[in-house]
Each structure stands twice: as C-alpha cells, then as structure tokens.
C-alpha cells in the first residue's frame, strides 16, 4: 500500500467548496473501487492535482483516536484508486441530543458573524437542523459574537440598505478623533474585531474602521456610492500588512513584554547577544529580546512604548529614543513636587503618563499598528 505520487498546490478555493467536495469523495470512491484518478478528477469537475490533494487531506481524516484503525484508509495500484476504510462517513448521520445542541449554537453564531457570506444557506442549514433537533432546538440558548453590538448591527444595517454614514472616528495611530463621511462597502471580523471597510471621501481612499473605534454614527439619507476606483483590501495575511518604506522600529524586550512578537506582525526576533554579560537584568533563559518592526509612524511608536513601560528600550531609530526620553522625563517632573492644595495635576501639555510613573495601571499599551 503506497500514498498517492505527488502532491501539488492545486488552485484556489474556498473552504466551503473543498469541504463539499469531501464529503463526497469518500461514497463517490466506495462505489467506484479501482477507478482511475483521471476519470474520478473529470466526474468531479476538478483537476487531477487537486484531486490528489483532496485525497492526501483524507487520508488523515478519521474517527476520535486518529491511529490505525481510526482513519480514512486507501489503496493505490498506479493511478488508480481504491477505498478500503471509510470510517463509518458512507452511514447515514445521527446525531445525539449534545451534538445536534452544539451544532444549532454554532449555526447561530455563524449566522450572527458580520459580514458573513450565504447567510441565506446559514439560515436554511439552521432551520433543517432545528426542525430536526425538535424540543432541543427551543432550549435558553443566546448567541451573540464578541463585539456584536448595536454598533456593529448599525452598521451591518447602513451596508444592507446602502447608505451613506457619518461617523466620529478614532484613529489610534494618531490618537486623534476626527469626523468623516464614508461609502460603506461591508462589515467583517478580523482576529475576534468587527470593521467596517469604506470608501472615505476626507482620505479619498478605501479604509478600514474598527466598529469599536466609532464613536459615533449617522446613517444619511443618500446613497452609498464608492467610486470605480475603490478596490477591497486583501485580508488573507491580516489587517497590517508592513511595507518596507515605514519606519523599522528595534525595540530590546524583557520577558514581561514578549508577547508584543505575538500580537504584532515582526520583521526579526532574536536573542541579544549583549544582555548575557551580566550587565542587564535579563529573564530566566538568560537574554533579553531585540525586536524589528514596521509601524505607521513615529508617534504611535512613541505612544507604543511608554505603555510598556521600563521593560522595553528603543535601540533604534535615534529619534524614536529621544522622544520617548523626553516624554517620560517630563511625566516624571510633573510628579517630582505635590501640586498645590486644592490645585489639578497636569502634567503639562502633551505629555503621556508611563505605567510605572503616575499612568494607572492597565492602561491600554497601544492599538493595533495596522488599524486606522
């Protein structure tokens, strides 16, 4: 018994098509022993590369277990091919009360997803397997997506009727609010985040605006209308998507701030080759980090790194360092005296209070370095 000669990329598709193409396959094949790939492949309606993908993917899928004996099992005699263990998937479904349970949540959820595509299949899908489920269906369950609020509905809303939206936005990037008209286009979840994406006539350009960050929203009385020259943005590698002409930012890092090369899309990460000499504290492996990466400007960078506190140094750029000196300095000389009785702290204008010197702890470290 060998596995199928080659694998291959195959060519683009959604997961839903590959998912019905694989439940397919496997009653497909169990009635067509010794069938040829390149006949299987036209029946199909796919490419013989694809097809053998399909089969790679079956032949480690299976039952609860996952060793011999559990999984989908096949036989090759040059290029044709034969089913000799199915795993039970050419049986008719039954489903017991916990499953059909979980199943009727998840369609929900699903279906409750902003900007979730086939919402109409969602919901046919759903009214099959209440009906099916019976008195089951009618338990005290609620669904409702993280971030799924009257906000994110609003704007699911503007995007149905297709209208224009005023909106009271807070750029992060900028830590500044500003008030904008846009052409809404869709709403959709990115990493656990609803966005709107719009066209937005102060940018003139398509932007993405994170439903948490409105602070405000007017649907108007005219039409939503988007140029021709508005394209959707390519989410497929995440909302930031780095370009080599934003500043490079290499920040050393203790190991309270690690997670930063989780949360933020890296250029490097490595260990520094300096902080083993003794003349750091450094973490229990012995090192402190140094992290590159790109961010929009400067000044979220500067907002960046005061949030993390004393366990992060700027190496570079220069200016970067010196900014960020300065504004921890001066949070630091605003608390150096008590002020006079009765008399408001103020910091000064413009300065940032650093967790660790006067900012109350918990204070959110910083946006996303992609979002708007």
């Known amino acids: 018994m060998t596995r199928p000669a080659q694998r291959s990329g195959g060519g683009a ?10 439940l397919n396959l496997v009653p497909y094949l169990l009635a067509r022993p010794g069938i040829e790939l390149a006949e299987a492949a036209a029946d199909l309606g796919v490419t013989e590369r694809q097809l053998r993908e399909d089969l790679e993917l079956l032949w480690v899928c299976g039952l609860p277990g996952y060793g011999p004996g559990d999984l989908i ?33 998840a369609l929900r959820m699903l279906a409750e997803t902003p900007g979730m595509a086939n919402r109409d299949a969602i919901e046919r899908a759903l009214a099959k397997i209440e009906s099916a489920a019976g008195e089951l269906a009618d338990a005290p369950v609620a669904v409702r997506m993280p971030g799924d609020s009257d906000r994110v509905a609003a704007l699911r809303g503007a995007v149905q009727r297709g209208r224009a939206l005023r909106i ?21 979840m990115v990493g656990g985040l609803a966005y709107l994406e719009a066209w937005c006539r102060r940018a ?12 405000a929203l007017v649907e108007l009385d005219e039409p939503a209308a988007p140029p021709p020259q508005a394209r959707l943005h390519d989410l497929s590698a995440g909302i930031f998507r780095p370009d080599q002409d934003l500043p490079l930012v290499t920040l050393r890092v203790g190991r309270a701030s690690r997670w930063i090369t989780e949360y933020y899309p890296c250029e490097r990460v490595e260990p ?10 450094v973490d229990r492996a012995g090192r402190e980090w140094l992290v590159s990466l790109r961010v929009t400007d400067l000044a979220w960078a500067r907002r960046f790194v005061l949030g993390l506190g004393p366990d992060v140094t700027v190496v570079a750029p220069p200016e970067l360092a010196d900014q960020v000196r300065d504004r921890a300095a001066a949070a630091l000389d605003a608390y150096a005296s008590p002020p006079p ?30 979002s708007h």
Request: hydrophobic content about 35%; glycine content about 10%.
């Open 272 to 281: 520094d080759p300096g902080s083993v000499d003794g003349s750091r504290d």
């Open 168 to 188: 009271t936005y807070y750029a992060a990037t900028r830590d500044e609010t500003t008030d904008r008209t846009v052409d809404p286009i869709r709403v959709l």
């Open 73 to 105: 099992d096949m036989a090759f005699d040059g290029d044709r091919v034969t089913i000799t263990y199915d795993a039970g998937i050419d049986r008719p479904l039954r489903l017991t009360p916990d499953e059909a349970l979980a199943l009727v949540v």
């Open 13 to 22: 598709r959604t997961s839903a098509d590959r998912l019905a193409r694989l």
């Open 341 to 370: 009785e009765g008399a408001a702290r103020d910091p000064g204008p413009g300065v940032e209070l650093v967790p660790g010197a006067g900012a109350p702890p918990g204070a959110e470290p910083a946006a996303s370095a992609g």
């Open 204 to 215: 003139e350009s398509m932007r993405l605006f994170r439903a948490d960050r409105i602070d």
